[in-house]
């Protein structure tokens, strides 16, 4: 009905590919404009001449901002093979200095998932990868006040493949998963391998 108002010039959605298809049809028919900002799983590129300071700054602030429940984070994190190790460990260093907590806590720098469905489905995707090979190279804590909460604490992943769920899905939380690349042809390959 909405749709159809004719009061209703512009629909604007955040959301699914699979309802942006619907709405972007039925405005279609409407002749309405529309502004859609759908499901994605965006990457992030490091080469070896990266200033890696910045780009584990970058890439935490994504990872951990909202806990990592943004449309438009970075899912896929691609490393240039011999700077990996290097990287990852500013990684690391970075994330063990947030600490999680509620809104109300002035020191908290990380909150809850959404949901309980939201943590459900972090914990499936990462432990899914850990059965499936990764290797879990940073785990941090959720501290004891707040365990009755939805909090999952930053993780890092290494050793993914690109057809590992944690890689093809959004995830919606602060999971970094790592992959190396040589070339940037193989990366750019790899980044654009996405139905997205």
Not at 17 to 22: H, K
Not at 40 to 68: M, R
Request: glycine share 8%; aromatic share 8%; proline share 6%.
């Amino acid at each position: 009905a909405l749709l159809e108002d004719p009061e209703v010039r512009l629909i604007a959605f955040t959301g699914s590919t699979q309802t942006g298809r619907y709405l972007m049809t039925e405005a279609g028919r409407q002749v309405k404009r529309v502004c859609l900002e759908l499901g994605g799983n965006a990457p992030f590129i490091v080469f070896a001449d990266a200033d890696l300071e910045q780009a584990a700054d970058d890439v935490v602030w994504l990872k951990t901002s909202n806990s990592g429940q943004v449309c438009v984070t970075a899912n896929r994190i691609f490393v240039e093979r011999s700077i990996h190790e290097p990287f990852i460990e500013r990684v690391i260093l970075r994330l063990k200095r947030h600490r999680r907590g509620s809104g109300t806590d002035p020191k908290a720098t990380m909150g809850p998932l959404i949901d309980q469905r939201a943590l459900k489905k972090v914990k499936s995707l990462v432990e899914g990868a850990i059965a499936a090979g990764a290797r879990v190279r940073y785990q941090g804590e959720v501290p004891d006040a707040c365990r009755n909460g939805y909090f999952y604490p930053p993780v890092v992943l290494a050793d993914v493949s690109a057809d590992m769920p944690v890689v093809c899905e959004e995830v919606f939380g602060p999971v970094l998963s790592m992959m190396t690349f040589d070339t940037e042809s193989e990366v750019l390959r790899m980044a654009n391998d996405t139905p997205y």
